[in-house]
């Protein structure tokens, strides 16, 4: 076995953090964590820890960005220096500018961006503690935080990623599964019509494996969608 | 809140044999964006909801009110949005020779003509008459499509606030504070002895003595902690 060939589920499909196939990681979630912002969440998923803050609607500034016909969505994903064991350099990196755009065009899906011309609305996500599936944690934290900033929306977004580890398919990878596994596949969903609005595929998966996934991360969707409705009611998940 | 029996959609729709409730009865429940909240027929869209598919569907999150046919949603939290005839409270926050910026809390900034102002002053002399940074009382005169607006000074009681101290609430809870037909207001100015001027975008111009002035605060506070409590305790 060498490196790379972790062993990361076992013959009864338990998985190296006690998990099944189809579990996924804990997940809390806290409203308003952010007293100035005008929306906010936290949300703990399994070791990530994400925060997630709405500013606006405001004027858009510079005024070349102004839509004149619906407000624009300026989404910043930013990981901490000190989310990773390896200190991230702080400030835009690739990485990060390509997440921040996927997320704006998933989020674009639902909010209801037409009732505020010449407007921006600010989505901030902060990564505090990182272990794998950041973008997910924050792209659903935004929605949840979009909700409780009362900016108008048709359904909430919520995000999952399936992977394969060791040619099983498994869902919400975590680091070590991430880091060795063989394929990963974040999705996000509408959960209340179902629809797709944000998909992504890293490594090969056939298409039976890709179906398994696609199942895996809607199930889970739907789960998660509960919980963030219970958090956007009482204010927090669990009680 | 615990305890105490909320009617739904669902659990009325028994009786009625239909997809919502008919009657003239108010119903309320909390709700999140893209919840289902029943089928589209026999009812009228009111605030926070939206029709697809022939079923009506949240976009705020809040509580669900059915007033009549009418189904609406009192969202949670709110920005203010300006509707000509409000009576605002705002900050000037530029100007130019003839106009002030003034921000009434809004997406975006009012603007206040030279024409529209409190008093004649020179071209170029608008610093003279208010300052960046003085709060007006003014009220919202147009607004347009694309959510500019223009306040107006002209007007009974409009005026630069020279003296008391300014206060925010969020908007949705004002009807709170006023009170039914202004009861809640009225006792307020009784027991503090203020001079008290509700904006319709949640500033507040508390005019009197010290002590006054901090039991007006105090209301304030306690009403933000009151409505936060009710939606942390679950209405629903």
């Not at chain 1, 009864?12 to 100035?36: F, M, T, W």
């Not at chain 2, 009865?25 to 909390?30: C, K, N, P, S």
């Not at chain 2, 009549?68 to 605002?88: C, F, H, K, M, Q």
Request: charged share 25%; proline share 4%.
């Amino acid at each position: 076995m060498g490196y790379g060939d972790v062993e990361m589920i076992d013959a009864n499909g338990i998985r190296n953090d006690g998990r099944k196939a189809g579990d996924v990681r804990p997940i809390s979630i806290e409203l308003g964590v952010v007293p100035v912002a005008d929306g906010s969440c936290r949300m703990r998923w399994g070791t990530n820890d994400v925060i997630a803050a709405i500013y606006g609607p405001m004027e858009a500034h510079p005024r070349k960005i102004q839509r004149q016909d619906r407000a624009v969505l300026d989404v910043r994903y930013n990981m901490a220096p000190f989310s990773t064991s390896d200190r991230i350099r702080p400030g835009f990196n690739r990485r990060s500018r390509e997440i921040s755009k996927v997320t704006a065009e998933a989020l674009e899906s639902v909010v209801m961006l037409e009732l505020y011309p010449r407007s921006k609305i600010r989505v901030e996500i902060e990564i505090i503690c990182a272990e794998a599936g950041t973008r997910c944690v924050g792209l659903t934290a935004a929605s949840v935080a979009l909700a409780h900033a009362g900016i108008p929306m048709t359904d909430l977004v919520v995000s999952v990623a399936s992977g394969k580890i060791n040619d099983v398919v498994v869902c919400d990878l975590n680091k070590a599964e991430d880091n060795y596994g063989e394929a990963d596949l974040p999705m996000g969903v509408l959960p209340n019509t179902g629809e797709l609005v944000f998909l992504q595929m890293d490594g090969d998966l056939s298409p039976e494996e890709f179906q398994e996934a696609w199942d895996y991360n809607m199930n889970a969707a739907m789960v998660i969608h509960e919980y963030c409705v219970e958090a956007l009611k009482t204010g927090r998940y669990p009680q | 809140m615990k305890g105490v029996l909320v009617a739904r959609l669902d659990n009325m729709t028994e009786k009625k044999n239909a997809a919502g409730p008919q009657d003239k009865q108010r119903v309320t429940r909390l709700v999140a964006p893209g919840e289902d909240l029943g089928d589209l027929e026999g009812h009228e869209l009111g605030h926070g909801v939206i029709a697809t598919d022939g079923r009506i569907r949240a976009t705020k999150n809040g509580r669900m009110n059915v007033n009549g046919n009418t189904i609406s949603i009192e969202p949670i939290r709110t920005a203010y949005v300006p509707r000509p005839g409000d009576l605002v409270i705002g900050y000037i926050e530029g100007c130019t020779n003839n106009i002030w910026f003034v921000d009434i809390g809004a997406p975006f900034n009012a603007i206040l003509p030279m024409s529209l102002g409190p008093s004649k002053a020179d071209f170029g002399g608008t610093r003279s008459v208010i300052d960046i940074g003085e709060a007006i009382l003014c009220r919202v005169q147009e607004v347009e499509e694309t959510h500019s607006s223009v306040v107006t000074m002209k007007g009974m009681g409009l005026r630069k606030i020279r003296s008391g101290a300014v206060e925010n609430i969020d908007p949705h809870l004002l009807g709170r504070l006023i009170g039914k037909q202004g009861k809640a207001l009225r006792q307020l100015k009784e027991e503090s002895e203020c001079r008290v001027i509700v904006g319709d975008n949640g500033r507040l111009w508390i005019d009197g003595d010290f002590n006054g002035t901090l039991e007006v605060r105090n209301r304030l506070r306690s009403l933000t902690a009151e409505a936060k409590a009710v939606t942390l305790g679950g209405v629903a």
